[in-house]
T-cell receptor
C-alpha cells in the first residue's frame, strides 16, 4: 500500500517537554510539508522540504523544528518554545515538477492530535 | 499574494437534496484550485482539482466544481446529498510556480436524515 503514515495518532505532552511527530511516505515524493490545524481555521504551513537535507520555514515556524535526512521521512519536533502547541498536525507530500517546482497536488497523512496537559 | 474565502462556516442539508459549498479566491497569478474533504480526526482527501483546462471539474463521490474567473469563484456542488458526505470541506488556491498554497477556513457540512 502506498501512502503517508503519521504516528502517533494521539500524543500528550507536559508543559516544557519537546515532542517529535513522525511522518513517513512511500510514494517516492520529493516534497513534504507540515501543517497545523486549529478548530475553525484552515491549515497553516509550519515547514516544508523540497529535497533531502533542505527545508524552508512556513507561516508559523516559531517553536518548531524539522529534519529531512531521508526522502521518505520528515519528522516534526514541537519544542517547549511553542506557546500553544495543542492542535491537530497534518503531514503531506507531493511530487516535484519540472524546474524543481512542486506540482502542487498534496497527499495527506491521517494526522496526529497533540494535547498539552 | 493569494487568499481564499469560504463563505459559509456551516451548511446543513437534508439527505437527497442538493449541496452548494461556496468559495471565492484572490490571486495575482493563474492559480490551481482544489477542494479537499476531511472526515473527523482524519487527513484530507482530494475531491477535485482545477488547472486551467475545462472550467467544470468533476471529482469523486459525485461532486463537481465550476471555475468562474469573472466572479473569482470555485463553488462545490453535488445534486443529491448522502449521509456519508457529512464532513469538513476545504477550498484551496495554489500557485505552484511560487510554491504558495492557501487553505480556506473550511465549511462543515451536516446532512440530516
Amino acid at each position: 500500500d502506498g501512502g503517508i503514515t503519521q504516528s502517533p495518532k494521539y500524543l500528550f505532552r507536559k508543559e516544557g517537554q519537546n515532542v517529535t511527530l513522525s511522518c513517513e511516505q512511500n510514494l517516492n515524493h520529493d516534497a513534504m510539508y507540515w501543517y497545523r490545524q486549529d478548530p475553525g481555521q484552515g491549515l497553516r504551513l509550519i515547514y516544508y522540504s523540497q529535497i533531502v537535507n533542505d527545508f524552508q520555514k512556513g507561516d508559523i515556524a516559531e517553536g518548531y523544528s524539522v529534519s529531512r535526512e531521508k526522502k521518505e521521512s520528515f519528522p516534526l519536533t514541537v519544542t517547549s518554545a511553542q506557546k500553544n502547541p495543542t492542535a491537530f498536525y497534518l503531514c503531506a507530500s507531493s511530487i516535484m515538477g519540472l524546474a524543481g517546482r512542486s506540482t502542487d497536488t498534496q497527499y495527506f497523512g491521517p494526522g496526529t492530535r497533540l494535547t498539552v496537559l | 499574494a493569494q487568499s481564499v474565502t469560504q463563505l459559509d462556516s456551516h451548511v446543513s442539508v437534508s439527505e437527497g437534496t442538493p449541496v452548494l459549498l461556496r468559495c471565492n479566491y484572490s490571486s495575482s497569478y493563474s492559480p490551481s484550485l482544489f477542494w479537499y474533504v476531511q472526515h473527523p480526526n482524519k487527513g484530507l482527501q482530494l475531491l477535485l482539482k482545477y488547472t486551467s483546462a475545462a472550467t467544470l471539474v468533476k471529482g469523486i463521490n459525485g461532486f463537481e466544481a465550476e471555475f468562474k474567473k469573472s466572479e473569482t469563484s470555485f463553488h462545490l456542488t453535488k445534486p443529491s446529498a448522502h449521509m456519508s458526505d457529512a464532513a469538513e470541506y476545504f477550498c484551496v488556491v495554489s500557485d505552484p510556480m511560487h510554491n504558495d498554497m492557501r487553505f480556506g477556513a473550511g465549511t462543515r457540512l451536516t446532512v440530516k436524515p
